[in-house]
Structures are given as structure tokens and as C-alpha cells.
Antibody, heavy 122, light 107 residues
Framework: QVQLQESGPGLVKPSQTLSLTCTVS??????????WSWIRQSPGKGLEWIGY???????DSNPSLKSRLIMSVDTSKSQFSLKLSSVTAADTAVYYC??????????????WGQGTLVTVSS | DIQMTQSPSSVSAFVGDRVTITCRAS??????LNWYQHKPGKAPKLLIY???SLHDGVPSRFSGSGSGTDFTLTISSLQPEDFATYYC?????????FGPGTRVHIK
């Protein structure tokens, strides 16, 4: 079955860019039925949807993060990535990647990766 | 944004107990409500989608109900592997939001 695994630095300095990659295995990232998503969990804000990207590169994201967010996809490597710029301590969180399935309002996130902790600190 | 709340925030229960968790939306979301189970260090798992539909492979002791603004997740007979945190999530709005979670732990 499809599995997702996040990777990237666990420590990022304030004002720098947080970069994470999610590797998809056991299924095709190029399926038009799915979007590839990022979700984070911080102690102060709970679970927060960050955004998603399709295999063709179309995206949607949380307006609160949109100005700092870049998402990309590399179908040849079965990977998709997130870059969040100008980070502060408020961006410290466990970052999850997940597959978004379903059309319009019938949206679910399944499966998820195990998550990776990113700490923003000097 | 659609705000999601859950109650209780934490519940203690014995194996075999019936457990009910409530999720409330700040506006009507029809039946566009999903439930997830999350154990520490593990990937969150989808349990219920569209308020009451059981995801593939999820035991039948889990059930969901509700529509509009009020929803419930019920575990009919709590098993040792069910001790976890449970989150609701609305998909009515394209700005997806989650509830704060309900932790189910051993009494």
C-alpha cells in the first residue's frame, strides 16, 4: 500500500527557509485522483493544514501561510516538497505529509507519514 | 475559517468501555466530517469519513454519526490498541480545519 515518509533538517534558524521532502512509495504520485498535502502540528495551534499540490503542479494552500510557501513535485523521484520562508519560533512543529483523496468537499487525508519535528531556533 | 471543537479533551476508560467523543463545527458542514486516530510517533490514521462511513480495514467497533454542526465518534467496546488521540476534521470548506483532539487513556 502507499506509504509516505518525510525528510529534512530538524533545526532551522529564525528568518531562514524550512525545506522538507516527502517520498511516496507503493503507489504512483502521478495519479490524477490525488493531491499531495502538508499538515503540521504545533503545541499552540494543534493540527493545521498547510497546502497541497497535484502531480502536475497545481496548488492550494492555507491563506495564513501562502505568502511564505512554495510547494513543488518531482514525479521522477516520487517526491513532493515544501519550502517555508522567513520562519519564526511559531513555525516549530511536527510536519506531516499526507495524500489527499476525494473530490470537492469529500476530502480525506489518508495515508499520512509519521511526521518530522522541525525546531526553529538560533 | 470554520472552527472545530471537541469534547472532552481527555477521557479515561477501561478496556471494554463504550466511549463517545463529540465534535462541533462553528457552522453547518453538512456531513463533511472525518475522524482520525493518532498514536505517539505514528502516522495518523483515517477512521471515519463523511461523518459515518468506516474507512477500509477499520474495526466495526468504531462508528460515527451526526450532521450539520454536531458529530460523534463512538467506540463500542474499547480495546487496548484504541488508546490514542482522536481528531475530527471538516472538509466542507477548502480551508480544511481540525479539532484540538481528544486523548483516550487507560483508567
Amino acid at each position: 500500500q502507499v506509504q509516505l515518509q518525510e525528510s529534512g533538517p530538524g533545526l532551522v534558524k529564525p528568518s531562514q527557509t524550512l525545506s522538507l521532502t516527502c517520498t511516496v512509495s507503493g503507489g504512483s504520485i502521478s495519479s490524477g485522483d490525488y493531491y499531495w498535502s502538508w499538515i503540521r502540528q504545533s503545541p499552540g495551534k494543534g493540527l493545521e493544514w498547510i497546502g497541497y499540490i497535484s502531480y502536475s503542479g497545481s496548488t492550494d494552500s492555507n491563506p495564513s501561510l501562502k505568502s511564505r510557501l512554495i510547494m513543488s513535485v518531482d514525479t521522477s523521484k516520487s517526491q513532493f516538497s515544501l519550502k517555508l520562508s522567513s520562519v519564526t519560533a511559531a513555525d516549530t512543529a511536527v510536519y506531516y505529509c499526507a495524500r489527499k483523496a476525494g473530490a470537492k468537499s469529500f476530502t480525506v487525508f489518508s495515508p499520512w507519514g509519521q511526521g518530522t519535528l522541525v525546531t526553529v531556533s538560533s | 475559517d470554520i472552527q472545530m471543537t471537541q469534547s472532552p479533551s481527555s477521557v479515561s476508560a477501561f478496556v471494554g468501555d463504550r466511549v463517545t467523543i463529540t465534535c462541533r463545527a462553528s457552522q453547518s458542514i453538512s456531513s463533511y466530517l472525518n475522524w482520525y486516530q493518532h498514536k505517539p510517533g505514528k502516522a495518523p490514521k483515517l477512521l471515519i469519513y463523511a461523518a459515518s462511513s468506516l474507512h477500509d480495514g477499520v474495526p466495526s467497533r468504531f462508528s460515527g454519526s451526526g450532521s450539520g454542526t454536531d458529530f460523534t465518534l463512538t467506540i463500542s467496546s474499547l480495546q487496548p490498541e484504541d488508546f490514542a488521540t482522536y481528531y475530527c476534521q471538516q472538509s466542507y470548506s477548502s480551508l480544511f480545519t481540525f479539532g484540538p483532539g481528544t486523548r483516550v487513556h487507560i483508567k
